[in-house]
């Protein structure tokens, strides 16, 4: 958070400043800006990252959203590319089975190179049994981990060079 001394007020009277959604708005890059993403769909400007998402060597743009239309929550990814493509996850789209994403607490960019997995739950008990590692999978570009902060579980969204994966983890 940026601090600003107010102009009226003496030098030990500090304002702490808290950019808007317009500020941070105008601080996004070019191709964010002119990515023709529905009017439906209102970015959560506090819960933005940044990462080579798709491993083409350029930086890309990610954020959760919600669906104005049907007040779902999900995750947008804008490419850095000429087409500026993007995608949706959750916000009414389905993603594992899951169309509302408004359990996300936490947004945040895995490195390129992490081995990820996801976990295994056994289907009766719910019991957390392990890793399938036989699902083990090296991310080519920035992973998107979305988590609740109290019980570490979420999901890892990442590129398999073709297209976007979801793998649920605990």
Do not use: C, R
């Amino acid at each position: 958070m940026d601090t600003v001394m107010n102009e009226n007020s003496s030098n030990s009277i500090v304002t702490d400043y808290v950019p808007t959604e317009l500020d941070i708005q105008k601080t996004l890059p070019e191709f964010v800006k002119n990515a023709k993403i529905p009017d439906s769909l209102k970015i959560v400007y506090d819960e933005i990252i940044f990462g080579d998402f798709n491993g083409d060597g350029k930086e890309d743009f990610a954020s959760t959203l919600i669906n104005l239309e049907n007040g779902n929550f999900g995750v947008l990814i804008i490419h850095n590319n000429e087409k500026t493509d993007y995608s949706i996850f959750g916000a009414g789209n389905e993603i594992n089975g899951i169309k509302n994403l408004d359990w996300i607490e936490t947004i945040e960019t895995l490195p390129k190179g992490q081995v990820i997995s996801p976990t295994l739950v056994d289907k009766e008990t719910g019991d957390i049994i392990g890793q399938d590692e036989s699902q083990n999978f090296k991310l080519i570009g920035n992973g998107i981990y979305m988590g609740v902060e109290e019980s570490h579980g979420g999901g890892i969204i990442f590129w398999n060079g073709k297209e976007y994966k979801w793998y649920h983890i605990e």
